[in-house]
């Protein structure tokens, strides 16, 4: 659905460009890590999605859950250096953003979902 598509296999593509990012560690010390970060947002971005679209099948929904966590596995993968350290702002910002663009790759994949549905 998601994690298949060109546009996802762009996104990480794009990800990986901007890797350096990832290469200096907050100066502060905080009490949440990369991991903590991005599971936040995936999470919200998924209960966006689902709050958007309350007449989703049961099964699509259980798929868009499996897909984010795919998300959340490539993302352990390609921050695997970083994940465990606490982010800079740069880098939620950045997060941010990438989280936004998958999450815009779910509503494209629910619309064109919608619309090979019977009316």
């Known amino acids: 659905m998601v994690v298949e598509s060109e546009g996802y296999h762009a996104l990480i593509e794009y990800f990986t460009e901007h890797l350096s ?5 907050a100066a502060e010390v905080c009490n949440e890590t990369v991991e903590d970060v991005v599971t936040d947002m995936i999470a ?29 596995a490539d993302l352990s993968e390609v921050l695997a250096g970083a994940w465990s350290r606490s982010p800079t702002n740069e880098q939620v910002v950045f997060l941010e ?23």
């Open 21 to 25: 990012l990832f290469e200096k560690s």
């Open 44 to 72: 919200t971005n998924i209960m966006a999605v689902f709050s958007q679209n309350p007449d989703l099948h049961p099964d699509v929904r259980f798929k868009l859950m499996q897909e984010a966590d795919a998300v959340m």
């Open 97 to 119: 953003d990438y989280v936004g663009l998958v999450k815009n790759l779910f509503d494209s994949a629910i619309s064109q979902q919608a619309s090979l549905q019977p009316a």
